[in-house]
């Protein structure tokens, strides 16, 4: 689960796009996130090339990446589904575990029943039955070209025939139902086809709606230069079955195609067939775990109403100058019996000594199907089907997220000159950074080299950066200011550290604790340099040390967009302190999301969604939420160690116009209200303002107010309630800012006016800042 962190990357399904391309913008990515966060090294320009001053070589980069590399993805991301992009983990909760093996267990011993019972049922049976089967579903594309029988229907790689696979509906004689092939479901298929010629890749028949922008869902049968090739995929490539014939079919020649399919989710459940006769297979892919059907509970396109189609796909390649002829489908897996049955069907004149020999040929082969219509194997088959549909359904409601795993083939790195996806030059294998890693030798050079080695050197003592970068960066949360203050860049070019005889002792210290990231925070907490006060004993060592470097006086500085946010919240009350969970969708302007062109609406969230902690907010990083930007906030497009601050209008404006600030100000003047006793029905006496404002500034900034603010606050307090009681409409409007009901017993325009009092607390800097 942990190495989900290194899939957090920007991902792209723009159309159009290289999937190579991307796939080595991903591997630099976590490369350079790798070399930032624990290593605390820049990593960018080393993608490029070698330069004098950088301590880092090209090499280093590529065998660090090398780490990184071998990764079973796909290097473009789905645009017609949501489900979680592979390698992906299911997050089962003990209830789920316990569940799903329940339900394994139940079908292998389904499995097992059938298989014994076939077992004591087997029979040479023969072909004497010539009849071929009925199917389910025929289409005998009779276009304008003349085929194996009758007509047939040429394409030209970008029109596609499409098919409704319906059924009568169970219960209205009237209607249809549209059948929808999936993982549990046994399936077999026919057709003619005439390849014109050989390309990679050639889409012939299938069931989804895109390939690398459905990240390849449904099934497909296709032509690789030649070889039959068929596939039933969640998510290319993780969760996939792959077959492929090992022998090309001929150009410019009829040949007649069949798949069957027992619905095990095993590659061995799947056979191709030529002219009849089952062909010779290799496995490309066996790991199929979830539907292959576009299902509603991934936010699939189309989901429940994608076509059976044949000669073409969106953005991919098609049948070109092919002809296909004489579509059936069967909603069950067929026998050879069956398939050569079709064949001879439809084949043309066939000599009567070929025919024989090809009747013996399938003779030989005997399968389970041929026992379909026996009444036990037919209730046995139901039986274990209706197993399959319910783990599948089941599983299909499991929440995913994703992880790294090793490719099934290797995927060899090599150092690309000038980072060009598409100029491999020398392999390299993966290895820390030489300049960091010094005399490091792998602890088994037997071995394959994996990430777990990777992860074991950061944490040796052979790797002197990554506890001094760790103490560096929780140093600058406590003090603003890391000891090195380019917390990203601990190399040659980067800060000098102020105090590195005590960034020593922290990091060594910080090791022998055992990482013990509680007991270092604790440590500096405690200390008497973190418990100084703010202000500058003797003033005049501010202009010797704006910056406090040398940490003459306490922190000093303003809260980050999060904490700004999360401390409105909870001086008002109104924060949900619940941990976990997805996450939510406070308030936000409208149309940010529509104007940066994401195709999605923002779906704002309801009740203690909006006041939860902002580590829980959604983050679209093409759109972040403005009024966290405004606040410094970074987009999360890259790893960012450091965030500059600045001071800007903006930022008094979110607080005073947010609905999320104006909320906060209210509910907090409301406690304050509900809190007085003994109110005077003809308004609030002076002596109730001043305690009034005195508990809203220790609820808001921990401190009493100075007699000139008390003054202001009043002044403030008595312009808005002027305002207020001339304009009743007004106080409806402000007081109708956000989705939080305020309190019927509470006097309307007051509690307005003092809101109006709260808000402008939450933009003094004693709020903002931390002192």
């Not at 389970?368 to 599948?392: F, H, I, M, V």
């Not at 598409?422 to 050079?445: C, I, L, Q, T």
């Not at 403005?626 to 999360?636: E, I, K, N, V, W």
């Not at 989705?739 to 709020?767: E, H």
Request: charged share 25%; aromatic share 10%.
């Amino acid at each position: 689960l942990a190495t989900t962190f290194n899939r957090l990357h920007r991902q792209t399904n723009e159309g159009g796009s290289i999937e190579e391309e991307f796939r080595q913008v991903y591997i630099a990515d976590r490369t350079v996130t790798a070399g930032t966060a624990f290593l605390g090294l820049t990593f960018e320009c080393s993608r490029c090339h070698d330069h004098k001053y950088d301590p880092i070589a090209q090499k280093d980069f590529y065998s660090l990446a090398a780490y990184f590399a071998d990764i079973d993805e796909h290097g473009l991301y789905s645009h017609f589904t949501r489900a979680t992009p592979t390698p992906a983990l299911a997050l089962f909760s003990p209830e789920e575990t316990a569940k799903d093996q329940r339900l394994i267990a139940e079908i292998k011993a389904r499995e097992k029943t059938r298989d014994e019972w076939i077992l004591q049922h087997r029979n040479p049976t023969t072909i004497a039955d010539t009849s071929p089967p009925k199917p389910t579903w025929e289409f005998p594309l009779d276009g304008s070209e003349p085929g194996i029988a009758g007509q047939s229907t040429k394409f030209n790689g970008d029109d596609a025939s499409s098919f409704a696979l319906n059924l009568p509906h169970p219960t209205e004689p009237d209607k249809t139902i549209q059948r929808q092939f999936g993982r549990e479901t046994p399936l077999s298929f026919s057709l003619w086809v005439y390849p014109d010629h050989h390309a990679p890749r050639v889409i012939v028949a299938h069931q989804s709606v895109a390939a690398e922008d459905a990240a390849f869902r449904g099934l497909q049968l296709v032509l690789d230069n030649g070889k039959p090739q068929f596939s039933l995929i969640h998510f290319w490539p993780g969760d996939a079955i792959r077959v492929e014939a090992t022998e090309a079919i001929g150009v410019q020649t009829w040949t007649h195609l069949a798949v069957t399919y027992d619905g095990s989710s095993r590659a061995s459940g799947i056979r191709l067939y030529v002219d009849g006769l089952p062909t010779e297979l290799q496995t490309v892919r066996d790991q199929l775990t979830r539907d292959f059907r576009y299902r509603s509970e991934w936010g699939d396109s189309n989901a429940g109403s994608v076509q059976f189609s044949l000669g073409a796909r969106f953005r991919d390649v098609g049948f070109r100058d092919g002809k296909i002829d004489d579509l059936k489908l069967f909603d069950y897996e067929l026998a050879t019996r069956d398939l050569m049955n079709l064949f001879l069907a439809s084949a043309p004149e066939i000599p009567e000594q070929r025919r024989q020999m090809l009747l013996a040929k399938a003779s030989t082969h005997w399968e389970a199907p041929l026992l379909r219509g026996e009444e036990t194997y037919d209730r046995l088959t139901e039986e274990l089907e209706s197993k399959r549909k319910e783990q599948n359904d089941w599983i299909s409601s499991v929440r995913t997220v994703m992880t790294m795993a090793p490719a099934i083939v290797p995927r060899p790195t090599h150092i690309l000159e000038r980072g060009a996806y598409d100029a491999p030059r020398a392999r390299v294998e993966p290895h820390p950074p030489e300049r960091v890693s010094g005399s490091w030798k792998r602890p088994d050079s037997e071995s394959k080299p994996d990430r777990l080695e990777l992860a074991q050197w950061i944490v040796s003592d052979r790797n002197p950066l990554t506890s001094r970068v760790a103490v560096n960066r929780w140093w600058s949360v406590f003090f603003s200011r890391g000891i090195v203050a380019s917390l990203e860049d601990f190399g040659s070019q980067g800060a000098v550290p102020t105090h590195p005889e005590l960034l020593d002792w922290l990091a060594s210290d910080f090791v022998s604790s055992g990482w013990d990231v509680k007991r270092f925070c604790k440590q500096v907490v405690l200390s008497a340099t973190y418990g100084q006060s703010s202000v500058p004993r003797d003033p005049s060592w501010e202009s010797i040390d704006p910056d406090n470097k040398l940490l003459f006086h306490g922190p000093r500085h303003r809260l980050s967009a999060e904490q700004v946010r999360d401390a409105a919240l909870a001086v008002s009350g109104l924060l949900v302190p619940k941990v976990g969970g997805p996450s939510v969708m406070p308030y936000q302007p409208p149309g940010v999301w529509e104007e940066a062109g994401t195709g999605k609406s923002y779906s704002q969230a309801k009740g203690e969604g909006l006041y939860r902690r902002s580590m829980y907010t959604f983050w679209r990083r093409t759109a972040p939420p403005p009024s966290m930007l405004a606040f410094d906030a970074t987009s999360r497009e890259t790893c960012t160690a450091r965030r500059e601050t600045t001071t800007t209008p903006l930022q008094a404006l979110v607080l005073l116009n947010d609905p999320q600030y104006i909320e906060a100000a209210r509910n907090a003047a409301q406690i304050v209200l509900l809190s007085e006793k003994n109110s005077d029905a003809s308004g609030p006496t002076p002596e109730t303002l001043s305690k009034r404002f005195e508990s809203l500034s220790m609820r808001i900034l921990s401190r009493r107010l100075a007699p000139a603010e008390s003054k202001i606050l009043e002044q403030t307090y008595q312009e808005q309630l002027d305002y207020f009681l001339a304009n009743p409409q007004a106080v409806q409007e402000f007081l109708g800012v956000g989705d939080l009901k305020i309190d019927p017993q509470s006097d309307a325009t007051d509690l307005a006016s003092t809101a109006v009092v709260a808000g402008m607390l939450l933009c003094f800097d004693d709020f903002i800042m931390k002192r």
